[in-house]
Every structure is written in C-alpha cells, then in structure tokens.
C-alpha cells in the first residue's frame, strides 16, 4: 500500500553532515507516523527519531539528540534527517518506518519500511 525510498546517504568525515530523505508514494502520507532507524553491521536495528502527522511534535534516541533533526513535507510526500556533527559510531544503513501509531514505530514494529540508504563516516 505504501512503498517508502531513502536516499541521501553516503560517504562522509567525522564531523559532517549529510541529509537524508524518504520519499513516501500514495495521496495518505499525512495519516502516517513516520521514523528513522538504523543498523550498523553486527548491532541490533535502533530507533533514531520519529516525527507525527503534522511535524509539531518529535523524538529522538539520546545518541542523536542536539545533532540530528527529523522534518517532514507532507506536500511532497517526504520526510526527512538532517544529521549534523557526525560520528564514526553513527555509520549504519538507515531506513525510514510509516504507521498509524507512535507507540507501534517506535517499538520497531512499522507497518511499511523503506530499503534503506548507507551512511558512512570516516575518522
């Protein structure tokens, strides 16, 4: 029903930024909770940040607060990640999540989940 695509990802040093983008299909993407999470290789998928319908209110994992930031344009289907000041420890694939509920996509369960972009940062 929904088919979620990341990009934006790619190399960067430790200390620069990159911003992510998830373009959402279909005409409901404002009916959606939408996340970020990640996983880098050998680690368990983590929550990274989740934004609700309107954009008024956000949460973030403690690892990214004060140096990530989600945003959304629900008149360009899309949401976003600007991560700024980033770390070796922040390389992981990132994807983004879409549900109904705030308590069901932080928990990782999402109904819809992108494929993913690479983000690596280099010391």
């Known amino acids: 029903q929904v088919q979620l695509v990341e990009s934006g990802g790619g190399l960067v040093q430790a200390g620069g930024s990159l911003r992510l983008s998830c373009a959402a299909s279909g005409r409901t993407f404002s009916n959606y909770v939408m996340a970020w999470f990640r996983q880098a290789p050998g680690k368990e998928r983590e929550f990274v940040a989740v934004i609700n319908r309107s954009g008024l209110w956000t949460s973030y994992a403690d690892s990214v607060k004060g140096r990530f930031t989600i945003s959304r344009d629900n008149a360009k289907n899309t949401v976003y990640l600007q991560m700024n000041s980033l770390k070796p420890e922040d390389a992981a694939v990132y994807s983004c999540?879409?549900?109904?509920?705030?308590?069901?996509?932080?928990?990782?369960?999402?109904?819809?989940w992108g494929q993913g972009t690479q983000v690596t940062v280099s010391s």
């Open positions: 999540a879409a549900d109904s509920s705030v308590q069901t996509i932080v928990s990782g369960s999402g109904g819809y």
